[in-house]
């Protein structure tokens, strides 16, 4: 088992640095790979894992997020609501439209997410169908409190949701369009403070939610940082793992994270304290050209 465990390390290691070079070679830009994502689920993000109610909160700071959904629903988690909310993003911002049409049939939908269509209880097809849901039925609210006073913003993701995905053949096409229109709010947030990535990345690290957190958040950061920072665990913990019950079980899991973000975002310069995670002045992972 050690030994199948140590190839698949291997190859998913190997797959990132590929995956680096091909970014570095390449402006996401010209390489048609630019992408955006939403500022709200880049200071605080949404669950790693499966969360039994159906509020869910982080923090960053002053800022707070609460992501709420129907009882019998469900809220999302995981690595495809990010996808998604990249995909919804960088659609919203390229077409400037509030309704996003999510193509003639799952496969091909599924296929801009960098995901393969595959059947049974527990195969993606499912798990889009699943996520998708969750995701379109859920409402945000945004808190930023200050000594004096504080901010709040509520907001629903989509307006509208219409998805004609055929429940067995992902690859039918259907006799409508699937397509979400996203609510007013939301809209305006993402058109008016697009947080910019590299698609390829994305694809890149998709297999860990918490990987996805930390380059969106990283390259980010670093995007108005003029001086060292350092972050205390206590608070990284709160904005990335509040479902981790110890901060040194969070700090293992965030740092092994971190190592795999720094195969593929290389000019991200920072150190591991015990006190925290230092980050210093670097090059952002998308040109700011």
């Known amino acids: 088992m050690k030994k199948s465990n140590n190839v698949d390390n291997n190859a998913n290691i190997e797959r990132l640095?590929?995956?680096?070079?091909?970014?570095e070679l390449e402006d996401a830009k010209e390489a048609g790979t630019l992408g955006f994502m939403t500022r709200a689920m880049t200071l605080a993000t949404l669950p790693h894992?499966?969360?039994?109610?159906?509020?869910?909160?982080r923090k960053n700071g002053s800022f707070t997020l609460t992501i709420m959904s129907p009882p019998d629903v469900g809220l999302p988690f995981g690595t495809i609501p990010r996808l998604l909310l990249a995909w919804m993003t960088t659609e919203a911002v390229r077409t400037k439209s509030r309704e996003l049409i999510l193509g003639n049939s799952m496969s091909e939908f599924m296929s801009q997410l960098g995901l393969l269509a595959s059947g049974g209880r527990w195969g993606s097809i499912t798990r889009v169908k699943n996520q998708t849901t969750r995701l379109f039925s859920?409402?945000?609210n945004a808190r930023f409190s200050t000594d004096g006073g504080a901010a709040i913003i509520n907001q629903v993701i989509a307006e509208k949701a219409m998805l004609w995905w055929h429940p067995k053949n992902a690859d039918q096409v259907a006799l409508w369009q699937s397509s979400v229109t996203l609510s007013e709010q939301f809209y305006k947030e993402i058109i008016e403070h697009p947080i910019p990535i590299d698609i390829r990345a994305l694809k890149a690290l998709k297999q860990s939610p918490m990987c996805l957190d930390i380059y969106v958040w990283m390259t980010y950061r670093v995007s108005y940082l003029r001086n060292d920072v350092l972050i205390p665990w206590?608070?990284?913990?709160?904005?990335f793992g509040s479902d981790y019950a110890r901060i040194r079980d969070f700090k293992e899991a965030f740092v092994k994270a971190l190592q795999r973000v720094y195969v593929v975002y290389g000019a991200a310069k920072f150190s591991v304290e015990e006190a925290g995670l230092l980050i210093k002045p670097s090059k952002t992972h998308i040109s700011m050209k």
Do not use: G
């Open 49 to 57: 894992r499966s969360v039994k109610s159906n509020v869910f909160q």
């Open 138 to 140: 859920s409402t945000i």
């Open 17 to 23: 640095v590929s995956n680096a070079l091909a970014i």
């Open 234 to 239: 206590k608070t990284l913990a709160a904005q």
